[in-house]
Nanobody, 121 residues
Framework: QVPLTESGGGSVQTGGSLELSCRASGSVDCMGWFRQVPGKEREGIAHAHAGRMTEYEDSFKGRVTITHDSDKNTLSLQIDSVEPSDAAKYIC??????????????????WGQGTEVTVSS
């Protein structure tokens, strides 16, 4: 088991930028960000795999940037032009080895507790 710790949640103003960080307390090969709103399914945002290109889910392309540091086992997330619909619990995930080649979310073994983000007008 590799614990994951998310940070950076809180209140963000509409139109502002949201920045979150995730740190894995152990070596992992791939990491990703998801979010979930009560009553709705968990939604993938973006994914990173050491030595490979990052992947962005279609609905977030152009508005989201992730930065992966495979040496430090960290993954940051930035969402620009925040909208009220971006309010959610943001959850980090990670995995290692051959599982990283599976489609998301099946590739992930480890999940963080999540960090809450609220959006104010």
């Amino acid at each position: 088991q590799v614990p994951l710790t998310e940070s950076g949640g809180g209140s963000v103003q509409t139109g502002g930028s949201l920045e979150l960080s995730c740190r894995a307390s152990g070596s992992v090969d791939c990491m990703g960000w998801f979010r979930q709103v009560p009553g709705k399914e968990r939604e993938g945002i973006a994914h990173a795999h050491a030595g490979r290109m990052t992947e962005y889910e279609d609905s977030f392309k152009g508005r989201v940037t992730i930065t992966h540091d495979s040496d430090k086992n960290t993954l940051s997330l930035q969402i620009d032009s925040v909208e009220p619909s971006d309010a959610a619990k943001y959850i980090c995930a990670a995995s290692g080895g051959l599982k990283c080649y599976l489609p998301s979310p099946a590739r992930y073994n480890f999940w963080g507790q999540g960090t809450e983000v609220t959006v104010s007008s």
